[in-house]
């Protein structure tokens, strides 16, 4: 049992000859990661890091059976790829394109309704399960196989939790980065309640940022639903009003976007908070010792 990702799963990558595209299939690969092909309009019929070449998603999922895919296109294409990947019926499509613009993702956003597709991304790192498949840019040698999910707004420190978490001795089970874009594919909320539900992970790093309401809503859930110990941590302490840091959903627009708001309405939803990246790891292994001593 994992979350979204396995040894199982049969990736192609959209964008597949390009720079980026071929960087990261070939880091994917290197990690055990099934990739099964690659898709580049006008190319269909080559081959690629001795993978088929597809000219269309349809293609590549009728002759591998593709039901992950990730892409690597240009912002001005990314959200025509991401509906493309939903027609042909992959069941988990990451888009690591950042720059995609709102109105596309609003269209693709509404096209995933009522579709059996769930979009991780745009503008993210990506999804990995430890030791079994690596659907993203992270660096996968950080990642070492645990019982601890990470679901995170930042590429950055999703690595750092991950590191802290293994330093720390417990390993990760999968790890989420959900993006930080204003409109994204699976908010912080959905990606939780995955790792809730999942029976190899013990307990949950969730780091999020200033902008929106998504850490939130997912607090409240964790509030009325929550089975595992949550370690939190909200990034942009310090970012003044109305100015956008890093991301582009990092932006203060209302009393419930600042850090400070954030980590408060955290903390009231059960959520272990920590006031400094540096302390995520060690938090989470305090927290869970602690939750087996009152066991």
């Known amino acids: 049992m994992s979350v979204l990702v396995n040894k199982d799963s049969k990736v192609i990558v959209q964008g597949f000859t390009g720079t980026e595209g071929t960087f990261h ?6 990690y ?11 190319k269909g019929g080559t081959s690629h890091l001795e993978r088929p070449v597809f000219n269309t998603v349809a293609d590549a999922v009728k002759a ?30 990451v888009c690591i394109t950042e720059g995609i613009p709102v109105q596309d ?26 030791e079994e498949a690596k659907v993203g840019i992270m660096p996968g040698f950080i990642f070492k196989k645990g019982r601890i999910g990470i679901v995170s707004k930042s590429g950055t420190l999703t690595y750092e939790a991950a590191d802290q978490v293994v330093k720390a001795g417990l390993g990760v089970s999968t790890a989420i980065g959900i993006g930080g874009d204003p409109i994204i594919g699976t908010p912080t909320k959905d990606a939780v309640e995955l790792l809730m539900n999942d029976p190899e992970t013990d307990g949950i790093i969730m780091i999020g940022e200033i902008g929106g309401s998504m850490e939130a809503e997912a607090a409240r859930w ?14 942009g302490q310090t970012a003044p009003p109305g100015r956008r840091m ?18 408060k309405i955290m903390a009231e939803c059960g959520v272990t908070v920590v006031e400094s990246p540096a302390n995520i790891g060690k938090t989470m292994a305090e927290v869970l010792s602690k939750k087996t001593a009152m066991a």
């Open 25 to 30: 299939a070939t880091q994917m690969i290197e």
């Open 32 to 42: 055990g990661t099934q990739v099964v092909g690659g898709v580049t309009p006008g």
């Open 64 to 93: 591998t059976g593709a039901n992950v895919s990730i892409i690597f296109v240009p912002p001005a294409f990314a959200a025509d790829a991401i509906m493309e990947a939903t027609e042909a019926g992959i069941a988990l499509v």
């Open 105 to 130: 993702m609003i269209k693709a956003k509404n096209f995933l309704q009522g579709s059996n597709t769930r979009l991780i991304g745009p503008n993210c790192p990506g999804v990995i399960t430890a």
């Open 222 to 235: 964790i509030k009325e639903y929550g089975t595992k110990p949550v370690v939190g941590f909200i990034a």
């Open 246 to 263: 890093g991301h582009a959903g990092a932006i203060i627009g209302g009393a419930e976007d600042t850090a400070a708001a954030k980590m």
